[in-house]
């Protein structure tokens, strides 16, 4: 079993940043697949950004793509999302998520075996 714990988020004005870090525990994360999601009140459940598992590949949503960079380490077994010049559009509930089963990215979320608690992100005007 994967357990997946993040971290990072937090209240920041319009054009800051944040970094999150995801830690996955029970197994190393050089074999996992891992994605970032987000959810706002009212929404579904949407894509941001993946990387593969050496952290050679990397997806991401339109709506982010150069302003949000996903990394890894895996001698740390960290993976985050650094966000940068951050809108009030970006503000929700933040997941990270792992894929255990393929080493193909996803920007499904059913393709992903675990998730976490979620962190939450608000960008003030």
């Known amino acids: 079993q994967v357990q997946l714990v993040e971290s990072g988020g937090g209240l920041v004005q319009a054009g800051g940043s944040l970094r999150l870090s995801c830690t996955p525990s029970g197994r190393a994360s050089g074999t996992l697949v891992m994605g970032w999601f987000r959810q706002a009140p009212g929404k579904e459940r949407e894509f941001e950004a993946a990387t593969s598992r050496s952290g050679s590949s990397t997806d991401y949503a339109d709506s982010v793509k150069g302003r949000f960079t996903i990394s890894r380490d895996n001698v740390k077994n960290t993976v985050y999302l650094q966000m940068n010049s951050l809108k009030p559009e970006d503000t929700a509930d933040y997941y990270c998520?792992?894929?255990?089963?393929?080493?193909?990215?996803?920007?499904?979320?059913?393709?992903?075996?675990?998730w976490g608690q979620g962190t939450q992100v608000t960008v003030s005007s």
């Open positions: 998520a792992a894929r255990s089963g393929s080493p193909y990215l996803s920007r499904n979320p059913i393709a992903y075996d675990y």
